[in-house]
Antibody
Framework: EVQLVESGGGLVQPGGSLRLSCAAS????????MHWVRQAPGKGLVWVSL????????TYADSVKGRFTISRDNAKNTLDLQMNSLTAEDTAVYYC???????????????WGQGTLVAVSS | QSALTQPPSVSGSPGQSVTISCTGTSTDVRSYNRVSWYQQPPGTAPKLIIY???NRPSGVPDRFSGSKSGNTASLTISGLQAEDEADYYC??????????FGGGTKLTVL
């Protein structure tokens, strides 16, 4: 069974940093591209970042470019998101998510974690 | 990065059909067959119901169908059931290896 379990969320002050992690199991993690997607309370889904299967290629939404860094450790089956210079607009549930296609990206997401809440407030 | 445009809400009675539109631009929906649709009941994670415009993952009922014409993709749900009540989101590949979501549509089953 595919499982994605996020951790690392919490309350952080504006300008602060936070590192999210996602533990993956139930599939060959090193074969899949992975995404981070966020959802502010009561709002819609917003794509944040994508990393390819070996970690050599990353892309970001304009709203987080230069502040967030996605990375992965295929030996540990983990996906991370380092978030710096946080603002109130970054407050959201952050989902770790698996791309539908193995070996490449379909830019579709077939498995989602349950999400971890990041709240940016003083 | 502007979101794809979806109607905020749609509604229908059990047994009827509803269609949700998703309008993009020449840099996303029009140019790539990488449109997906997701269903998100309240308080849960999204579920993939359509990928690559028209394809259904295993286990998704054939009541759900997708299509695309020009800048606009559409999701049609036929034989509406109470359990279909949820938020629906479209997404599309956008140039430069990025992904863009729609603003979401709330489906109410009357």
């Amino acid at each position: 069974e595919v499982q994605l379990v996020e951790s690392g969320g919490g309350l952080v002050q504006p300008g602060g940093s936070l590192r999210l992690s996602c533990a993956a199991s139930g599939f060959t993690f090193s074969s899949y591209w992975m995404h981070w997607v966020r959802q502010a309370p009561g709002k819609g889904l917003v794509w944040v970042s994508l990393i390819n299967n070996d970690g050599s290629r990353t892309t970001y939404a304009d709203s987080v470019k230069g502040r967030f860094t996605i990375s992965r450790d295929n030996a540990k089956n983990t996906l991370d998101l380092q978030m710096n210079s946080l603002t109130a607009e970054d407050t959201a549930v952050y989902y770790c998510a698996r791309d539908y296609c193995a070996g490449g990206s379909c830019y579709s997401i077939d498995y989602w974690g349950q999400g971890t809440l990041v709240a940016v407030s003083s | 990065q502007s979101a794809l445009t979806q109607p905020p809400s749609v509604s229908g009675s059990p047994g009827q059909s509803v269609t949700i539109s998703c309008t993009g631009t020449s840099t996303d929906v029009r140019s790539y067959n990488r449109v997906s649709w997701y269903q998100q009941p309240p308080g849960t994670a999204p579920k993939l119901i359509i990928y690559e415009v028209t394809n259904r993952p295993s286990g998704v009922p054939d009541r759900f169908s997708g299509s695309k014409s020009g800048n606009t993709a559409s999701l049609t749900i036929s034989g509406l059931q109470a359990e279909d009540e949820a938020d629906y989101y479209c997404s599309s590949y956008r140039s430069s290896s990025t992904l863009i979501f729609g603003g979401g549509t709330k489906l109410t089953v009357l």
